[in-house]
């Protein structure tokens, strides 16, 4: 073997090398940018899933939810905008507009009103009869007198009485 060729051989290694170690360098490099890509996306994931989290608690605070439980495995949930100075009474008025069913009361002028019947269901039918809750607790005061607040949860009960 020549000088020349020895040379050329050692030549041709050390490019290979070169070669070789660039093209490490490169791949290191681009595997470094996909994983920043990655990371910056992930981020961007999570905080796309806590603003949706936040805005939906915020809607959640907003609205009111109204429920009406028929006794009998019906049970109808509604979700309402909070109109200014609305009360349990008036919410129910507006939902029953809406909605299109009927609800029948009276008016007593020391106690307030007192629902009689919601959706043709009335009281007394099997010794059940209309009352509601607001966030789990039984209110001692007619539906007219309790004030609503954003996020309450309202519930119509058609059960026996607990009285």
Known sequence: MTLYQCF?????????????????ILLIYLFSQ?????????????????????ITREIIQERVLYVI????????SYWLILPGNSTVFSL?????????????SRMYKEVGVFVESIDGIKNGTDNKYWQYWVNGE?????????EVKKGDKIEWKFAPSSF
Not at 34 to 54: D, G, H, P, Y
Not at 69 to 76: A, E, H, L, T, Y
């Open 34 to 54: 996909e994983c920043l890509r990655l990371q910056n996306e992930i981020f961007s994931l999570a905080q796309t899933e806590a603003n949706v989290k936040k």
């Open 69 to 76: 439980d028929f006794g009998d495995g019906n049970i109808k």
């Open 92 to 104: 129910l008025g507006e939902l029953a507009q809406r909605e299109n069913f009927k609800v029948e």
């Open 138 to 146: 039984l209110p001692m005061v007619a539906a007219d007198k309790k």
């Open 8 to 24: 050329n051989k050692k030549l041709n290694s050390k490019g290979a090398g070169i070669i070789l170690g660039v093209l490490i």
